[in-house]
């Protein structure tokens, strides 16, 4: 049995390589919120009884609901022009 899911995995992930046109950022981003919606699917699904549980579950949920996306960069890129620009003329040459 293990053969054969380690079968379809390798073969996914041949179909996904040589696939034209196929967007690793969009999967990236799927596979990123269908697994952090399965996690926490699994902690709001654990019973808790004392005080220290309770808030490990509010921690992870905090931390599950504000990750970034995989695409998206941190900061902004400046923009880079395609034509460099000759630096101002000083006051003194007239």
């Not at 004392?50 to 995989?70: D, E, F, H």
Request: hydrophobic share 45%.
């Amino acid at each position: 049995m293990f053969l054969v899911v380690r079968s379809i995995f390798w073969l996914t992930v041949a179909f996904m390589v040589i696939k034209p046109g196929f967007d690793f950022s969009t999967a990236a981003n799927q596979t990123m919120a269908a697994g952090s919606q399965v996690v926490a699917q699994q902690i709001q699904s654990i019973e808790c009884d004392t005080l220290q549980c309770v808030g490990g579950k509010a921690v992870i949920s905090a931390a599950l609901s504000s990750s970034p996306s995989v695409g998206s960069p941190m900061h902004e890129s400046p923009a880079i022009s395609p034509v460099p620009f000759p630096r101002p003329r000083p006051d003194w040459a007239g």
